[in-house]
């Protein structure tokens, strides 16, 4: 039974391996100076792996880009380590996740959850632990509807992004007949169905509201009643994944339609799926990719990844802000976790339209009430792009796009 | 009701679809049957075995052949040739890998089969997100993995034109699906000729019929089963190079959804079954596609699975009935 004895040790190595793999602990950051630093830990949780991590590991370099910068400040008050909590984006995942950065004493804030549905999984314990947690992406608009007094979110929700969507395809793209498509998620629907109403308030004909099936391949049978509504446009509610494969699809069946989607399709995959087809694609996003912070970033990255940047800067911005509440917290004489925490959030919550931080992707302020996002003119906070040239480009900021 | 209008409006269209589609169920479903028939075991790891070939048709076309735009006449043809085998015989080594590793050892011990199952969606799930780790960015064992996929889905490049090339009832066709229509047709053609007419094939169904006594005549029965595993993962190959093609996509999970869209055409048709598998992926295929036209996409799953479970209910070992391969 050599052969066997040998199989076995190989399986029962191999699991070891991967055993060894998933443990490997990060690197710790190289401390400053050397003087007296508070070792704390700020956790991004998101899909680190899994189907959607390219939409989400920009934002996690962002963060961890202004971390490492943080960290070599020589006057900065602590040592940040930043901790990967990966969920794959899947709300199934969440609390373990979240159970590890609870139990972790020297946690002080967590950028994440990076998704809508993990946000909902993870945000009472959070709360309850008072744990700030600050969102770079997390867009759907019921989360706000929680309550939760420790939660932020850095990005403009999906319910302007939407009516946004159908503003613009009404008024610039001037379509007539729109056939809404969606992939069921929470975010996908949820802003199709806001882009519909829109529409349909604004007396343009919705030919179909239809959800495809996400991970499919073959949207031929899908494609042909798009084809058969007459309508002149298509807009897509979901991932870049899916929505890449239809606007190639559509094209090689030779159907000449204007296409949309908003930031679930912001990104390089969503430009190689379509290929040359992309060209023209109209897309909405409540991200900034403008501006020298996406060179900073591709410099420190390579963008390979994500030559697409979407939420980098916004990652980036989260971390500026905690990194921000550990110094007045730290400056303010707190030594432990808990007066840390309490001391971003007081932060935090000082950031109103009329004291915004100064972001990388925008002024972020915070509504006193519900914690969103807020702005003088809340549509500044999402821009237009279309694909031209293989590359996605910045039409501006709505105000600027559709004319104030 | 929107649904007959729809159906009578997008007829011609929608078997165009139904068609294209299930073809390559159909060459998917094959590997299922076939395994079925000789082992009783459904072999769930067959959806990496597609999986594999679409990997390497993305190669073929992007790295060795070069392809940036749709190739023509005597370099298409070449180009396909050149990328068909490659990819059916990666598939084919893929599927006898996995019979080797996940099953032999199983076979050998008497495992219950209870085992055999847990073993295969092990397998299939162990190869899926091998190369979803392989980025250049992990390491197994301290050594580095290659940069092969990652977890981003990949383009493949178009090799064929999405050019109509002609019209029937007013759809229009374009090389693609042609392609796959003669390439499925040929290849099950082929592989039914072989079950039925050679040496081989004659021991094929002698194993699937009576493993003891086929062994007792004289059969090389592991022979048998590797030949099996390895027809099976090469038409599995086909199919996704065919995918690849005319999907223009690889990911590392590209291969579940077809997977089991399969093996429910190889149930549909009856499990074991060959050319029951080739008309039960062509079912689907249809059912699918007209499903679709008759309320959304959303509907598209619960109609599929609605017929096969309709079906089961009127001929519980599907319409041709379980036969051992043939």
Redesign the interface.
């Known amino acids: 039974m050599r052969r ?1 004895t040998f ?1 076995r040790f190989l399986a029962a ?2 699991v070891f ?2 055993v060894a ?1 998933a443990c490997r602990e990060e690197e710790a950051p190289p401390t400053g100076d050397g003087a007296e630093r508070i070792d704390v830990s700020v956790w991004f949780q998101g899909a680190l ?3 959607y ?2 939409l989400v590991i920009p934002a996690f370099q962002g963060a961890q880009l202004r971390a490492t910068e943080l960290n070599a400040e020589t006057d900065f008050p602590a040592t940040i380590t930043v901790k990967q909590g990966d969920t794959q984006g899947d709300p199934a995942n969440a609390p373990p996740v979240v159970e590890q950065v609870v139990s972790d004493p020297d946690t002080v804030a967590v950028v994440g959850p990076a998704f809508s549905g993990e946000s909902e999984a993870s945000g009472d314990t959070y709360n309850d632990a008072g744990i700030p947690f600050v969102t770079p992406s997390a867009t759907n608009p019921a989360l706000a509807d929680k309550e939760w007094d420790y939660w932020y979110r850095g990005v403009a929700n999906d319910a302007g992004q939407g009516a946004l969507a159908g503003q613009y395809l009404d008024e610039i793209v001037g379509a007539q007949s729109v056939f809404v ?1 969606h992939d ?1 998620g929470t975010y996908g629907q949820g802003l199709a169905e806001v882009v519909q109403e829109t529409l349909e308030g604004a007396g343009v004909e919705v030919a ?1 509201f ?4 996400t ?8 494609i ?2 798009v ?2 509504s007459g309508a002149d446009t298509l807009f897509f509610g979901g991932y870049d ?1 899916d929505f ?2 239809i606007v ?2 559509i ?4 159907l000449d339609i204007e296409l949309m989607s908003a930031d679930g399709s912001t990104s ?2 969503f430009l ?2 379509a ?1 040359e087809e992309a060209e023209g694609t109209h897309l909405v996003c409540p991200c900034n990719l403008a501006g020298d912070f996406a060179d900073r970033y591709n410099a420190a990255y390579g963008g390979k ?1 994500a030559a697409v940047p979407i939420y980098a800067a916004e990652g980036y911005d989260a971390m500026s802000m905690i990194g921000e509440g550990i110094r007045q917290a730290v400056d303010g004489g707190a030594t432990t976790a808990e007066d840390i925490r309490l001391g971003i959030k007081e932060y935090l919550d000082t950031l109103t339209p009329d004291n915004p931080f100064d972001g990388e992707a925008k002024q972020v302020a915070f509504d006193p009430e519900t914690h969103e996002l807020a702005a003088e003119d809340p549509e500044s906070l999402y821009y237009f792009y279309k694909v031209e040239g293989g590359s996605i480009v910045g039409l501006g900021s709505a105000p600027e796009v559709l004319g104030g | 009701m929107d649904c007959v209008t729809n159906v009578v409006d997008q007829f011609w269209d929608q078997t165009r679809n139904g068609l294209t589609l299930g073809a390559i169920y159909a060459m998917i479903a094959l590997g299922y049957t076939m395994v079925y028939g000789v082992l009783q075991l459904i072999n769930f790891a067959h959806s990496e075995v597609f999986m594999v070939s679409t990997v390497v048709s993305l190669y073929a076309f992007r790295d060795w052949f070069g392809i940036t735009e749709p190739a023509s006449g005597i370099t298409l043809i070449l180009v396909l040739i050149g990328a068909l085998i490659p990819a059916m015989l990666a598939s084919g080594i893929t599927a006898v890998a996995i019979e080797r590793l996940a099953y032999r050892p199983l076979r050998r011990r008497g495992a219950p089969r209870l085992s055999f199952l847990i073993s295969a969606i092990g397998a299939s799930l162990a190869i899926s997100y091998l190369f979803n780790l392989m980025d250049g960015q992990h390491s197994l064992l301290f050594v580095p993995l290659p940069n092969i996929l990652g977890p981003a889905p990949q383009p493949v490049p178009d090799v064929v034109s999405g050019e109509a090339l002609f019209s029937l009832f007013g759809t229009p066709w374009n090389g693609k699906r042609v392609l796959i229509i003669v390439v499925a047709v040929v290849m099950l053609v082929v592989l039914d000729r072989f079950v039925r007419g050679t040496r081989l094939g004659r021991g094929i169904r002698a194993v699937a019929q009576d493993q003891e006594t086929a062994a007792l005549m004289g059969v090389n029965i592991n022979r048998i089963i590797v030949t099996t595993f390895f027809i099976g993962g090469t038409m599995a190959g086909a199919a996704g190079m065919l995918y690849a093609l005319n999907f223009n996509v690889t990911a590392w999970n590209i291969g579940f959804l077809p997977g089991i869209k399969a093996f429910t055409a190889a149930v549909l048709g009856g499990i074991g079954n060959i050319r029951g598998a080739m008309l039960g992926g062509l079912m689907l295929g249809l059912v699918e596609s007209f499903g679709v036209a008759c309320t959304a996409p959303h509907w598209a799953n619960v109609i599929a699975f609605g017929v096969l479970v309709v079906v089961l209910m009127f001929r519980p070992t599907g319409i041709l009935g379980e036969r051992a391969v043939a």
């Open positions: 066997g199989l190595l191999s391996a991967i793999a792996t899994g189907d991590n390219y498509s069921k179909g239809e959800g495809i099936e991970g499919a391949t073959d949207f031929s049978a899908f042909t009643g084809e058969k994944a890449g494969k190639k699809q094209r090689d069946e030779g390089i995959t190689a799926l290929g990844i």
